[in-house]
């Protein structure tokens, strides 16, 4: 007897609460299976509440205000466990990841008036004036690199599925690896130019597409599954990279 498929966990989208005087961000997911409201705290989404599918949304607020001492408690930990983590500053020889591979830093002081970056096969050469921080010129490197690649693909991937979109900005998002608003706005990560070109290009179809539907509803990741059927491994991938990341690139 084969077992029936236990339905998907979906996020349905982002929200932010005041509490004590802090706004407090969190991700609103709906599971097949839950019976009972659950808290959690993940690296991938900082606060999500998972909550049973048919749950009134307008019940949520009282709910979460008898869990505001739990809330801000375990975001105050989780945030001190972050800022506790040893972090050195790249050096001669790191790795860095880049398009879903590894670069090797190649880290020369000089007496020069400009700092200059270039990718040479699967090596970075930096020269910099000294006292310079190295972590600032690869993060700008970093961004100026996702800037045109992203910009590139998101003209092209939005003309493969039909839809217009009005501006992408690049960013430095804390939680989400890309966004979509009501106007057709994009907003993507600029960290996303670690992962694989496919799973690049997976994020930003996913905001695109909901240009045509916005939400996360059966026929928006039938759309998702016509244009990326990989969607479930790249999602996998941007799951686990965003555990790392606070170690790798905490810039």
């Excluded at 932010?16 to 839950?34: E, W």
């Excluded at 070109?197 to 916005?214: A, G, N, Q, S, W």
Aim: proline share 4%; net charge positive; with cysteine.
């Amino acid at each position: 007897m084969r077992r029936k498929k236990r339905p998907r966990l979906t996020i349905e989208g982002y929200h932010t609460i005041g509490l004590n005087g802090k706004s407090i961000r969190f991700a609103l997911k709906r599971s097949g299976i839950a019976r009972n409201i659950l808290f959690e705290i993940r690296p991938e989404d900082g606060l999500s509440i998972v909550v049973p599918r048919g749950y009134p949304v307008e019940k949520l607020p009282r709910i979460i205000e008898e869990k505001q001492k739990w809330i801000l408690s375990r975001l105050s930990r989780y945030e001190e466990h972050l800022a506790s983590q040893p972090y050195r500053e790249k050096m001669n020889g790191d790795n860095i990841p880049f398009m879903g591979h590894n670069l090797k830093l190649c880290l020369t002081a000089a007496n020069t008036e400009n700092n200059i970056v270039t990718l040479q096969g699967q090596s970075l050469f930096v020269t910099f004036i000294e006292k310079e921080s190295i972590d600032n010129l690869i993060k700008s490197w970093y961004r100026a690199q996702a800037v045109r690649y992203i910009g590139e693909r998101v003209a092209e991937l939005s003309a493969r599925c039909d839809v217009s979109c009005k501006k992408v900005t690049i960013r430095n998002q804390r939680t989400r690896w890309g966004s979509c608003s009501q106007k057709g706005n994009l907003s993507l990560n600029w960290k996303l130019i670690i992962a694989p070109p496919d799973v690049i290009d997976y994020v930003i179809l996913h905001e695109l597409l909901h240009i045509k539907e916005m939400n996360h509803s059966k026929r928006f990741w039938k759309l998702v599954d016509k244009y990326c059927p990989s969607w479930r491994d790249h999602r996998k991938w941007l799951r686990k990279a965003s555990i790392r990341l606070a170690d790798e690139l905490p810039f």
